[in-house]
């Protein structure tokens, strides 16, 4: 009788389960997915899927290896109905956002039914490199160098500049240890092939008079092009761009950034040799032309001038070691990175401000005449054009042979400040504009999807 009782309960509860099934266990099924490189300008990511209820939401959800943090990408139409393909578009290198060749996307998909269920697919990689070409690669303990064609031997090269970069560097200047592996090189065959991967590249004077033969854009990616830039070993710019990311590991916090002589100068450090950077300085210091130390903190935006900004640079680093030693160095970058600005850790490490250093520095290269730092000082306010003085400025008397001013005198003294107020304000008006040229000719376009710190250097 037991067992005849438990045979009709599981009868009766076979009879239920249809009625009493759940929407909840309707099956969503991500039948495929893919991305199209658009190289340089976009990526699309697609998907296709079906559910047994309507599909109400989907959405991309990705990251960017070493950047620390995560993205949600939408579809420009919502999806409807029981099955769907869609795409979400990712501008790449454009005026608003940059990702940069040689990130690694980690992404899936997340679809969403009317019965409130959400499905994530399986997690998906895409490493993003400019399509059609047959890219190899070649990998040491934490770099890796990417290059197409019959480039091999060139790409060990690199990877051996790399490793002598680390030990000169990082560890033995420094003695730090990279955050984020590998550093990823990408190699390029010249100049034009690698503009489309650079950031709002190839624009303006500045770019085509000089030559970029190699761009630190994030703190593990560098894109190279195997030239001789102003030295006679072409793995130079290697050892320069990456001497940037060491740089910035050891000396930069949230609030502590380095001027561009300190981060320049420290990058011509490690490479073999100045080369033509020391010729230059050499000629400048020689003529009394080196650029004043209040202008090295940002990187010149004269052509004429880079040679000699960055020999300045490096001999300015060079200075620094040779007066403390590489220990005390380390410790100046190691002051820097616990948040002390860098005239501050100047001070504190070296015991002088920026003003003793231009002058010690002017004095070691024999400069007859050494100029003390020009503190910047506030632009003068312009007068705006339709507003005129109230009062003219009074001038100082002059006397007549009977001792008043003749009326003659006084328009000429009218007319003079008439015209030197107009000449100052035509001055103003145009040293704006001129400022303002410059500034548009060298800042690029900020980059807010590539969270990595620092600016894109350009070598």
Known sequence: MR?????????????????????????????????????????????????????????????????????????????????????????????????????????????????????????????????????????????????????????????????ETYDKIGKALFGVTLKQVPVKVILFDNEKESDSARPGAGTGTFDAAVTTCGTKVTNDIILLIPVECGSTDRTDTLRHEFGHILNQTAGEGLLAKLPAWLDEGTAVYAQLGPGDYQTAFAQAARSNQLIPFSEMATPTSDAKKVGIFYGEAYNMVKYLVDKGGTAKYGEFFATMKKGQRFDQALKTVYGMDMAAFETEFLAAQGASAPRATVAPTQRPQQVPPTAAPTKAPQAPAAKSDGGEISTESKIIVGVAVLFVLFALLSFLALQMMANNRKRAAVVPPAPPDDPGPGRPDVF
């Open 3 to 163: 067992a005849l009782g438990m045979l009709l309960g599981a009868l009766f509860a076979a009879a239920l389960l249809p009625s009493l099934t759940p929407s909840a266990y309707a099956e969503t099924v991500i039948e495929a997915s893919s991305v199209v490189n658009g190289y340089p300008k976009q990526l699309t990511f697609k998907v296709t899927a079906r559910s047994d209820s309507e599909i109400t939401d989907v959405s991309l959800a990705y990251a960017i290896t070493g950047r620390g943090s995560s993205a949600i990408g939408k579809p420009a139409n919502p999806p409807s109905g029981k099955s769907m393909s869609t795409e979400v578009v990712l501008q790449v290198n454009s005026g608003a956002s940059y990702i940069p060749v040689g990130s690694e996307f980690v992404y899936h998909w997340e679809i969403t039914s009317a019965d409130g269920k959400t499905v994530s697919g399986p997690e998906q990689t895409f490493f993003f490199l400019p399509p059609n070409q047959d890219w190899k690669s070649v990998k040491g303990e934490f770099m890796t160098v990417y290059y197409h064609g019959d480039k091999e031997s060139l790409a060990n090269s690199y990877l051996k500049a790399g490793v």
